[in-house]
């Protein structure tokens, strides 16, 4: 059973940073795409950014120069570094994988940005 443990996630004051981290287990295959999305109170889920296996990036055009995603393919791990984070980026943090052909999800990691 694949599962994605996300951490990471937190308070942090406007302008701040932060990185997530997202560890897949449970699978013996080639992780095609990693990513992140995330969910603000009261809105639909959307894409934050995601990478496939390598290194093509892709990112939502609000978090282009602010956001970086990374991933360690011999550790089945994605990482997610937030810079300038604004109260608009406060939402739960989903972390993605996609083994051919299934997706995954993780349980999701709180950002809140706030003073």
Partial sequence: QVQLVESGGGLVQPGGSLRLSC?????????????WYRQPPGKQRELVADITITGTTNY???MKGRFTISRDNAKNTVYLQMNSLAA?????????????????WGQGTQVTVSS
Avoid: L, R, W
Avoid at 91 to 96: E, K, M, Q
């Fill in 60 to 62: 939502a055009d609000s």
């Fill in 23 to 35: 560890v897949a287990s449970g699978t013996a295959f080639s992780i095609y795409s990693m990513g």
């Fill in 88 to 104: 608009e980026d406060t939402a739960v943090y989903y972390c993605n994988a996609i083994i051919i052909p299934k997706q995954y």
